[in-house]
């Protein structure tokens, strides 16, 4: 944008905020109705529009924060610490992995197998992970994986692996060549100048290809609740779900969870911000 | 302060069939090329002619497919690029965009282990010398192209390398900074006395800055010599085109009977007949004359008739386009506004000494009998 670009008529502008105003609360009314059930101390949902709550306490919160098994364990601890280990193992596995994979893609494209290999990998996004339930079930089984983190994390990163893949392709075929090159010149060996110039003009984009791993793997229910059937081992939304089991449905606790279980992805949004917004590569070259 | 001439080790480089070929296509066909020790060498070329190519291949950043290229006593041409000891300027910059100024001109000292305090004293050094040290500590993407060129130009001093090597440096930059930035690399080149290799396609630097100019045309070496000298004796059309603005004008014509003069409706030019090759009767040529060399025939008889088409003033100077014998034809006119031609009038020009240029019109190759 110049600066001499005029800024548009005062109603355009004041019809676009509006059109926005909606739109947020539109998409906050039913977040605001979480929030209020779960601040709320009464049992049922009280089914006004306005959503606040009837009689405020914190009893949901504390329900699922404090809950217990039968063998004394503090589950919440139990089950946060497993979806903390196998979503930030999943965020390491696919960033590993698709790392060098990606890199290769983008730079030497005519190898051996890189067409045929990127298809492959873009034929493994088109199913949805579920469809494989019942094999990977089997294949956990025999592997003796079920109901471990390490039969997750696995599981995970093959969704999460290709789509790294092609994340970071993007990325990198953004760099320009010329900085590797100028790195070479100046003294680096190739390996050098990947490590010290291309990752960190890379670093935004492995920022995001890495939170999109670990969300999606923190938020991860269906595959989660077929693998795991011992309480200890669940992950959060496994454990959340049971709130609302076949007895009786504890929409209070549910929504508890819920907002407990979305606050470390909200801070992880805020704190890599600056990362999806704007890229570092710029101002590297050209004018 | 910088010592003059840092190291002299000797730094000349030497090309010697150098032929590349990429996907399809033979990029460069066999270049050979002795760039002194000291000395300024600049490549020039339509786009698309292989300078760039040239220069990575100079570089270690591609290999060549045949020749041997020797830096100083060392054959380097199998050598990695780090091994060169050679420093580039790319025409985008390249610069580290997560590393502050600083860090840019410490990159290549630290790959190479060099002690602290040489790497400061360096980065001191480099940063006077361009006038970077308010900028140190900023980052790529927080400076204007003028500034981030300087980071450029000052990461491949601080290495202090046997060879510089600029990709259109100046490219980038805005006219007026150009010129600024091109009297400097010109002052930067004296201070060190460090053998440079420059390319660019535009041909004002490459006049100026050149201690050796190298003409290059798809792949081969067209014309080599020091600047002056190529642009008074291009051997062939397409150099004589390449060097000057305006453009050089051609004109067809004829060898009339006495092997001396030349005829084209509306030219008629007298030869000494002692710079060219013999001629013989008939004989269709290509003529050559430059815009500058004609001017206003006051007096004695026209040797060109020129038909105008439109008068370009620039105060100082003008240009009048027009046609003369069929081909276009601009001419350089020094005179006041006052005494300006207009469109359509007819306007008999004299030539300024004998800067006639003559050329084979199926070879293209130069008619002159002294060209080295
Ligand atoms: N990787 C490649 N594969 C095939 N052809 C290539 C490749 N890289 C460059 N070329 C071709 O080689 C020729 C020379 O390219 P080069 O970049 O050396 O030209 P240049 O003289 O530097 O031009 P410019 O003035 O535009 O920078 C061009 O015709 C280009 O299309
Ligand atoms: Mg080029």
Redesign the interface.
């Known amino acids: 944008m110049t600066p001499l670009q005029r800024p548009p008529p005062l109603p355009w502008r004041m019809a676009a905020h509006a059109a926005v105003i909606a739109a947020v609360g539109f998409a906050l009314y039913p977040v605001l109705w979480v929030v209020s059930l779960a601040l709320d101390g009464a049992q049922r949902p009280s089914g006004r529009a306005l959503p606040w709550p009837v009689a405020p306490s914190l009893d949901h919160f504390r329900a699922v924060l404090f809950a217990h098994s039968r063998e004394g364990t503090w589950l919440f601890a139990r089950q946060l610490t497993n979806s903390i280990v196998v979503s930030a193992m999943t965020a390491l596995t696919a960033i590993a992995i698709a790392t060098p994979a990606a890199y290769a893609l983008a730079r030497f494209p005519k190898f051996v197998g890189a067409q045929s290999g990127t298809k492959a990998l873009l034929a493994t996004q088109m199913f949805p992970g579920v469809a494989s339930a019942i094999p990977l079930y089997i294949l956990l089984d025999k592997l003796h994986l079920l109901d471990t983190q390490l039969g997750l994390i696995l599981v995970y990163a093959t969704t999460a692996v290709p789509f790294a893949i092609f994340q970071l392709r993007g990325a990198f075929e953004s760099i320009?060549k010329?900085?590797e090159?100028?790195?070479?010149?100046?003294?680096?060996?190739r390996l050098?100048a990947f490590v010290?110039?291309v990752l960190?003009?890379a670093?935004p984009a492995l920022a995001v290809t890495a939170l999109f791993a670990f969300m999606s793997a923190w938020n991860e229910f269906i595959l989660a609740a077929t693998f795991l059937s011992h309480e200890s081992a669940f992950t959060l939304p496994v454990a959340l779900q049971r709130h609302v089991g076949e007895y009786d449905a504890a929409w209070g606790r549910f929504a508890a969870g819920s907002i407990i279980v979305s606050l470390p992805v909200m801070a992880l949004f805020y704190a890599l911000q600056k990362n999806l917004v704007g890229g570092?590569?710029?101002?590297?070259?050209?004018? | 302060m910088w010592q003059r001439g840092y190291h002299r080790a000797v730094s000349s480089l030497s090309l010697r069939g150098i032929r590349k070929t990429l996907g399809a296509n033979a990029i460069l066909k066999g270049i050979d090329l002795e760039v002194p020790d000291g000395s300024l060498t600049v490549l020039v070329g339509p786009s698309g002619c292989g300078k760039s190519t040239l220069l990575r291949t100079i570089a270690g950043l591609e290999s060549p497919d045949t020749g041997v290229i020797t830096l100083g006593d060392r054959d380097v041409t199998r050598a990695e690029p780090r091994d060169r000891d050679i420093a580039m300027v790319f025409q985008s910059y390249a610069l580290y965009p997560h590393l502050t100024v600083r860090e840019n001109l410490a990159f290549g000292l630290r790959l190479r282990k060099e002690p602290e305090k040489l790497i400061r004293a360096r980065i001191e050094e480099v940063s006077a010398m361009l006038g970077l040290d308010t900028l140190l500590d900023r980052l790529p993407r927080d400076m204007s192209g003028g500034q981030r060129q300087r980071v450029a130009m000052g990461r491949a001093i601080a290495r202090r390398p046997k060879l510089f090597l600029f990709d259109e440096p100046l490219s980038n930059l805005d006219a007026a900074l150009r010129n600024q930035v091109r009297v400097e690399i010109k002052k930067l080149h004296a201070t060190l006395g460090a053998t440079m290799i420059y390319v660019t396609h535009d041909q004002v630097e490459a006049m100026t800055l050149a201690d050796q100019l190298v003409v290059l045309s798809a792949g081969t070496i067209e014309q080599n010599g020091p600047p002056l000298t190529v642009y008074a004796q291009p051997v062939s059309r397409f150099v004589a085109e390449f060097l000057g603005s305006p453009s050089m004008n051609f004109l067809e014509a004829t060898v009339a009977k006495d092997t001396r003069t030349l005829r084209a409706e509306g030219l008629s030019l007298t030869l000494d007949p002692a710079r060219f090759v013999s001629l013989k009767p008939d004989q269709r040529v290509l003529v050559g004359l430059r815009p500058h060399d004609v001017q206003p025939a006051l007096d004695g008889p026209a040797m060109l008739t020129l038909a105008i088409d439109v008068v370009e003033a620039m105060g100082f100077e003008a240009f009048a386009h027009g046609h003369v014998a069929g081909s276009h034809f601009i001419a350089r006119l020094s005179s006041e506004a006052h005494a300006l031609p207009k469109p359509g009038d007819t306007l008999g020009l004299t030539l300024a000494d004998d800067r006639v240029y003559l050329f084979d019109p199926e070879s293209r190759r130069s008619l002159a009998r002294s060209v080295p």
């Open positions: 320009p010329d900085l090159e100028a790195a070479m010149v100046d003294g680096a060996t050098q010290r110039v960190p003009a670093r570092l590569t710029s101002g590297g070259v050209k004018g």
